[in-house]
């Protein structure tokens, strides 16, 4: 079947929430990919790498499939009303309203996940919380036309179960296949409930300073709200 898919990209966009969903839907016929951002043109991503997005979001009249990734550069978005105004726009009228990783706080903050159960980076799940969802941390989540993933390396599972669901699972595992989607993770410790409480509790105070950046924004954007 054709789909459109609106991509939204933003600066400090985390590279692979992004790019791992893409390469599941370029691989499937008809389906037509929309990169787009508040304004078209380079988009920098973490870490300084450059990608395009070839459309303005206000010029994208609809599309079957909304999709946000996330990284730091939601911050700036939570904060951007004409931003949210453009995506709660698009995804009023989409047939399914999707994100992996910090996207859903996007979707969130634009009123798109409200009572909805939804996902995100394990880091932000109470702030996705915060923003009305009925949080998950299952790798892939979906209530009715929302689907979200996880954080980062969720996209490719993400896009997988989204094809299967629009094209069928034969198509799906053809997919799963040709990319050679075989995980084996050297270390076993990608999600805090395998990982040794040592290590969650390491990482949980290095990102200690972004988070609460993050969590004063929320209550911020919340307070303006009420």
């Known amino acids: 079947m054709n789909y459109t898919v609106a991509m939204i990209l933003f600066d400090d966009v985390t590279i692979l929430d992004f790019i791992g969903p893409y390469e599941v839907f370029n691989k499937v016929e008809d389906w037509q990919i929309k990169t787009c951002a508040l304004q078209a043109g380079d988009i920098r991503c973490e870490g300084g790498l450059k990608v395009r997005a070839e459309y303005n979001l206000a010029d994208i009249v609809d599309a079957d499939i909304l999709f946000i990734p996330g990284g730091t550069g939601v911050n700036a978005l939570i904060q951007q009303p004409s931003y949210l105004n453009e995506i709660k726009r698009l995804g009023l009228q989409a047939k399914y309203i999707t994100s992996v990783c910090t996207g859903s706080l996007v979707l969130a903050a634009a009123g798109l996940l409200q009572g909805y159960s939804a996902t995100t980076h394990w880091r932000s799940l109470h702030i996705l919380e915060k923003l009305g969802a009925v949080v998950s941390e299952d790798r892939v989540v979906q ?70 950046k993050r969590e004063k924004i929320v209550d911020a954007f919340l307070k303006s709200k009420s």
């Open 143 to 212: 209530d009715d036309n929302r689907i979200t993933g996880g954080g980062i390396t969720s996209g490719i599972d993400f896009g997988l179960q989204l094809v299967g669901l629009l094209e069928g699972a034969q198509k799906a595992k053809e997919l799963e296949l040709w990319l050679e989607y075989h995980p084996q993770p050297p270390y076993g410790v990608g999600h805090p409930s395998i990982a040794p409480e040592e290590l969650v509790a390491e990482l949980v105070e290095k990102s200690k300073e972004a988070i609460l």
